[in-house]
């Protein structure tokens, strides 16, 4: 508490303090710019609060360091190099106050200079913790705009500043010009600094950097003056100086936004400031022709050409590699790595100007993988996504020696390839292999249709169609065949156990086909009902006959054996892959519109569809049909049950469609 309190008490402080200097240098700025004060308090104006704006500087930039751990190191090297520029101010006034002649160098000229490499270092720290990463081209944007302000700087002002800065000692000479040297650097940075922000530099590096360009300027202004002759001590001049280092001070306590930002070299904005750099550093090179400028201004323009021809080569190679990789992603599926279905189709249109070599044939072969879809339902996409990147990297490895691989999308493959007659059925076997894996709870196949180029096509249109009627075909027969054997298999088995059961199951699975229609489901769908009507009681075959034929009520534990029967029929159902959509209706098929069902509580449309027609027409055919503890109801009282039901127990689509079924059914009947 005592250290919280103590910084409340500085925070505090400094407030009074930001606010103190703000009076005194609006003072100053009346003294020097209307006499407020009169030429007899021009000491006090000139020395003490002039140097005591300064002093506040050093003590805000010290402070913002020692308070705020971030950005801690550049607030403190700003702040020791307003130190030194204070520690010469002082010396100044205590030595060379009135005096007519100022040796050069002098202790005072140590202390000015001593600011700038500080302040060089913690703009560039500043950049480092604020800005963060950025292209390699906002450098040269920057070190565009940087070196032709710079260049613009020197052809105006520096040839009479250089002028009267080459007369006397060596020691002198150096002195005099170092201070236009040290403020074009200082320029050149603040403007490339903002040059990496994107031209929004936010407030804090806003405030930040037009305190330094009033400093630059200031010295500049002061350094052409005095070379003219014309300086006159205590005029509006003076102010630039401590405004300058307010602006600083201020800075320091101005929040600095969020913590390295990462620049985008994009928008106009970004092109705008560096194209007038250039035609700047243009204009000083023609001007050359005409007039004199300094050397440091023809070099610096110079070398902002040059600068400009390096980013134009970095720019025309992000071009290109932009291009290229644009034509890439849209030639390459993005999952896999593997070629997309645009690239099949221009390589068969290459493929179609070209016949192939003699002896050869051109081959291609569709694949869809079989089971995916139930692998991607039980393990999750994302492993879902490995194993068609695995299966594809086997596929396009089978391929390499005879053509290419394709992704298609979704879960369809291609291959291309040139072959003998001989080697068509081992590329297609291969093909249908290398896209196949099995595990435990699954297994995954393809189905594959192929066409040979151009003797049963000759575009590459009719190629993908055909190849695509001839996979689906090839699908159809192999579902149908490994679906039929597995289900024949288990009705089978339940028809020798229970007989009664089996009659109910045939039963609704014809009404359930049937309502499936009425609801417009596609033709695997309706398949899909039909098996999961006839198999959702099979998890029966595990309950005991005891219970099954229990002429009374269930007991609460009876009743708990029995909900397990959705669960043991879907594991006994997806033992069979061919099933395993089967399993999962069968598996929700005593689940409740109002979520009271088992086993999962699933409700409303969290059921699935085909379950929850299963449900409604083994609910119908259950109360249409003699049972050892209830006896048969009239059609037309099951259907008021079902009505009953509906939004409750049933889903009220499902019951709608059956009761529009069972018209259709008597209308026939008549």
């Given at each position: ?31 020097v ?40 190191l ?37 202390g ?18 604020r ?31 250089v ?8 020691a ?15 320029l050149t ?7 990496f922000t ?33 300086y ?8 630039g100086?401590p ?29 705008i400031l560096?194209?007038a ?5 243009i ?10 400028i ?27 590699a932009?291009?290229e ?16 279905r645009?690239?099949?189709m ?20 569709m ?25 594809g ?21 291609c ?8 080697e ?13 894996e ?18 049963e ?8 169609q055909?190849a ?21 298999v288990?009705l089978?088995?339940l ?5 009664e ?19 417009g ?17 099979i998890?029966?075959?595990?309950i005991?006959?005891a219970?099954?034929s ?5 007991d ?5 054996f ?27 098929s ?10 999962d ?7 699935p ?27 037309a ?5 079902l009505?009953n ?10 019951v709608a ?14």
């Amino acid at each position: 508490m005592a250290v919280l309190s103590s910084r409340r008490q500085s925070f505090y402080a400094l407030r009074v303090g930001g606010a103190l200097l703000a009076l005194a240098f609006l003072a100053f700025f009346l003294h020097v710019a209307f006499g407020f004060g009169g030429a007899a308090d021009s000491d006090l104006f000139n020395v003490w609060i002039y140097d005591a704006l300064i002093l506040g500087a050093v003590v805000s930039c010290l402070a913002r360091a020692i308070l705020v751990r971030r950005e801690r190191l550049a607030w403190a090297l700003l702040g020791i190099g307003l130190l030194a520029w204070t520690a010469g101010e002082i010396y100044y006034s205590v030595a060379f106050a009135g005096s007519e002649s100022v040796p050069i160098p002098s202790f005072a000229d140590a202390g000015y200079l001593g600011f700038y490499p500080f302040a060089y270092v913690a703009l560039i720290v500043l950049m480092r913790n604020r800005i963060g990463s950025f292209p390699a081209t906002r450098w040269l944007d920057g070190l565009i705009v940087g070196t032709a302000v710079a260049a613009l700087a020197a052809a105006m002002a520096l040839e009479p500043i250089v002028d009267a800065s080459t007369s006397g000692d060596t020691a002198a000479i150096v002195t005099n010009l170092a201070y236009p040297i040290f403020d074009l650097t200082l320029l050149t940075l603040v403007v490339t600094a903002a040059a990496f922000t994107g031209w929004r530099p936010g407030l804090s590096w806003l405030t930040l950097g037009i305190g330094l360009i009033v400093l630059a300027v200031s010295d500049g202004i002061y350094l052409l003056q005095s070379a003219q002759e014309t300086y006159v001590e205590g005029s509006l001049l003076d102010a630039g100086w401590p405004l300058g280092v307010l602006l600083l001070a201020a800075a320091a306590w101005l929040a600095p936004g969020p913590k390295r930002t990462v620049v985008e070299a994009r928008g106009l904005r970004v092109a705008i400031l560096p194209a007038a750099a250039t035609l700047i550093a243009i204009g000083v090179q023609s001007a050359e022709r005409y007039t004199v400028i300094p050397s440091i201004a023809a070099g610096l323009s110079l070398l902002t050409l040059l600068v400009v021809v390096v980013r134009m080569g970095l720019s025309f190679r992000d071009t290109q590699a932009s291009l290229e990789s644009s034509t890439r992603e849209a030639l390459t599926d993005p999952l896999t790595g593997m070629p997309n279905r645009r690239r099949l189709m221009e390589e068969l249109d290459a493929a179609a100007q070209a016949p192939p070599p003699s002896g050869q044939l051109r081959l291609l072969v569709m694949f869809d993988l079989d089971g995916f879809k139930a692998y991607n339902d039980g393990f999750g996409h994302p492993a879902g996504d490995a194993l068609l990147t695995r299966l594809g990297g086997r596929l396009a490895a089978f391929a390499a020696p005879h053509g290419s691989a394709y992704r298609l999308g979704g879960d369809e493959f291609c291959l291309l390839a040139e072959c003998t007659a001989a080697e068509v059925d081992g590329l297609v076997g291969g093909g249908a292999a290398a896209l196949s894996e099995r595990g435990e709870g699954f297994l995954v196949t393809a189905s594959q249709g192929s066409v040979l180029l151009p003797s049963e096509a000759d575009t590459p249109e009719a190629a993908l169609q055909l190849a695509d009627r001839r996979m689906y075909a090839n699908k159809n027969r192999e579902r149908a065949s490994a679906g039929s054997q597995s289900r024949d298999v288990l009705l089978t088995a339940l028809r020798e156990r229970q007989p009664e059961l089996h009659a109910h199951l045939v039963d609704v699975a014809a009404l359930a086909r049937l309502v499936a229609d009425e609801l417009g489901l596609d033709t695997e769908q309706r398949d899909e009902v039909f098996r999961a009507a006839e198999l959702h009681d099979i998890g029966k075959m595990a309950i005991p006959d005891a219970i099954l034929s229990k002429p009374g009520p269930l007991d609460a534990q009876e009743w708990e054996f029995m909900r397990k029967h959705t669960l043991i029929g879907e594991r006994i159902i997806a033992s069979a892959p061919a099933l395993v959509p089967v399993a999962r209706l069968v598996r929700s098929s005593h689940e409740r519109w109002d979520g009271d069902g088992y086993p999962d509580q699933l409700k409303g449309e969290q059921i699935p569809l085909g379950s929850r027609i299963v449900a409604v027409c083994d609910a119908y055919q259950a109360m249409v049909s003699e049972r050892p503890y209830s006896v048969a109801m009239r059609p037309a009282r099951a259907m008021e049950e079902l009505a009953n039901g509906a939004g409750s127990q049933f889903d009220p689509a499902a019951v709608a469609a059956l009761q529009r079924v069972a018209s259709s059914l008597s209308a026939a009947s008549v």
